[in-house]
């Protein structure tokens, strides 16, 4: 990666505004690194034009493919369980379909044209919305991801405590929700709490890693939810993958084929690998970042070097994320496993969780497929 003007070396107090620029610039999206010396970048780097034209098309056409297939498998499905999954996974690919195409609808041209942003956005209306759309699309496949697994928790493990599964209406309500929740997270900045700046190569705006009180609350809130759904994905994924592992060890269980039960979770499980894999790098340097600033809270006006470069390099590894996500549904289907393990044998019902059901009661919520 391009060195920056100032040495790497240089400590937190050492740190002055760019350009020689005024205090007061420090309370725009203006002033967190020196976009004058970024700009003398060499090409050759993460910050290359061709970098992030190659990551935005992959990702977008990625994701497209997955929707498309999608699509196509929603219309041959009977099962109201496999439906609202597949629902929730809709969510999540339009999701990161719509992520990857706004943002990079402002990175990659400014890697092309190299324009001024203090020329073009004065007002730090395009910078807001592009950090908006950062923290909107990034938060959301966590939440989502959060939110399936408690779907097919509550699925396999109380599949009685719920006298229908979620219907379509409601699977799509949810995920209205998450993106709700994610708005109103992500417009705190712009209502006063933290504020999104400008970050190195210039190319992008995100949260701002300064050590002032409202900068420190956005990003411990931001970076502690999305820990917080990882965590509780992790939890649920863990339960529920137990419990059909002890569904196919029951030799007393009813000998009916639940393939989309273990499908589902072996795609949970990819996501969850994948946001894990992605996410927490981030989420902990966002925290560690802040922490360790609080001792020089107020003389602190501009990131240092390597934590600007640091900060480039883990929102590449998340973009990762919104590439790889929709890749866990198009290879771990099950027309795709059984093409490459032709002898998979047909898999007990959950229902053999509980053998001591009255054989009548068995039989109808096997015949209804109530726990597909």
Same mark, same amino acid.
């Given at each position: 990666?391009?060195?920056?003007?100032?040495?790497?070396?240089?400590?937190?107090?050492?740190?002055?505004?760019?350009?020689?620029?005024?205090?007061?610039?420090?309370?725009?999206?203006?002033?967190?690194?020196?976009?004058?010396?970024?700009?003398?970048?060499?090409?050759?780097?993460?910050?290359?034009?061709?970098?992030?034209?190659?990551?935005?098309?992959?990702?977008?056409?990625?994701?497209?493919?997955?929707?498309?297939?999608?699509?196509?498998?929603?219309?041959?499905?009977?099962?109201?369980?496999?439906?609202?999954?597949?629902?929730? =996974?809709?969510?999540?690919?339009?999701?990161?379909?719509?992520?990857?195409?706004?943002?990079?609808?402002?990175?990659?041209?400014?890697?092309?044209?190299?324009?001024?942003?203090?020329?073009?956005?004065?007002?730090?209306?395009?910078?807001?919305?592009?950090?908006?759309?950062?923290?909107?699309?990034?938060?959301?496949?966590?939440?989502?991801?959060?939110?399936?697994?408690?779907?097919?928790?509550?699925?396999?493990?109380?599949?009685?405590?719920?006298?229908?599964?979620?219907?379509?209406?409601?699977?799509?309500?949810?995920?209205?929700?998450?993106?709700?929740?994610?708005?109103?997270?992500?417009?705190?900045?712009?209502?006063?709490?933290?504020?999104?700046?400008?970050?190195?190569?210039?190319?992008?705006?995100?949260?701002?890693?300064?050590?002032?009180?409202?900068?420190?609350?956005?990003?411990?809130?931001?970076?502690?939810?999305?820990?917080?759904?990882?965590?509780?994905?992790?939890?649920?994924?863990?339960?529920?993958?137990?419990?059909?592992?002890?569904?196919?060890?029951?030799?007393?269980?009813?000998?009916?084929?639940?393939?989309?039960?273990?499908?589902?979770?072996?795609? =949970?499980?990819?996501?969850?690998?994948?946001?894990?894999?992605?996410?927490?790098?981030? =989420?902990?340097?966002?925290?560690?970042?802040?922490?360790?600033?609080? %001792?020089?809270?107020?003389?602190?006006?501009?990131?240092?070097?390597?934590?600007?470069?640091?900060?480039?390099?883990?929102?590449?590894?998340?973009?990762?994320?919104?590439?790889?996500?929709?890749?866990?549904?198009? =290879?771990?289907?099950?027309?795709?496993?059984?093409?490459?393990?032709?002898?998979?044998? %047909?898999?007990?019902?959950?229902?053999?969780?509980?053998?001591?059901?009255?054989?009548?009661?068995?039989?109808?919520?096997?015949?209804?497929?109530?726990?597909?």
């Amino acid at each position: 990666m391009p060195e920056a003007a100032r040495s790497s070396g240089m400590g937190w107090g050492d740190m002055e505004p760019p350009n020689g620029s005024t205090a007061g610039q420090s309370d725009t999206c203006f002033g967190v690194f020196n976009a004058s010396d970024s700009r003398t970048s060499a090409q050759t780097s993460i910050t290359s034009p061709w970098f992030s034209t190659a990551f935005g098309l992959i990702g977008l056409c990625s994701n497209l493919f997955a929707l498309c297939v999608l699509l196509s498998s929603s219309r041959k499905l009977s099962s109201q369980a496999r439906s609202s999954f597949l629902i929730f =996974l809709c969510g999540l690919v339009v999701t990161d379909f719509m992520g990857l195409l706004v943002t990079a609808s402002v990175i990659i041209p400014y890697h092309f044209i190299k324009f001024a942003w203090a020329e073009v956005d004065p007002g730090c209306h395009l910078c807001n919305f592009l950090g908006f759309s950062m923290v909107f699309f990034g938060q959301c496949p966590l939440l989502l991801g959060a939110t399936m697994a408690g779907e097919r928790f509550f699925g396999i493990n109380h599949p009685f405590s719920r006298s229908t599964s979620i219907s379509k209406r409601r699977a799509w309500s949810i995920v209205g929700l998450v993106w709700g929740f994610s708005c109103l997270l992500g417009l705190l900045p712009v209502l006063g709490l933290g504020r999104y700046t400008l970050q190195y190569p210039g190319s992008w705006c995100f949260l701002t890693l300064l050590p002032d009180t409202g900068n420190v609350i956005f990003c411990l809130l931001f970076a502690l939810l999305g820990i917080f759904s990882v965590l509780l994905s992790f939890i649920f994924n863990t339960v529920s993958v137990v419990t059909l592992c002890r569904v196919y060890h029951d030799r007393e269980s009813v000998q009916r084929r639940r393939d989309s039960e273990v499908e589902m979770m072996v795609q =949970l499980v990819g996501i969850m690998i994948i946001a894990t894999i992605c996410w927490m790098p981030l =989420l902990i340097f966002i925290i560690q970042t802040v922490l360790q600033q609080l %001792p020089a809270s107020g003389r602190i006006q501009m990131l240092p070097t390597e934590t600007q470069k640091m900060l480039l390099i883990y929102i590449r590894m998340v973009t990762w994320n919104q590439i790889l996500d929709p890749w866990v549904y198009i =290879l771990f289907r099950r027309a795709v496993l059984q093409r490459i393990y032709p002898n998979l044998r %047909p898999r007990p019902s959950i229902i053999s969780l509980y053998p001591m059901l009255n054989p009548s009661l068995r039989r109808k919520l096997t015949t209804d497929s109530v726990l597909q």
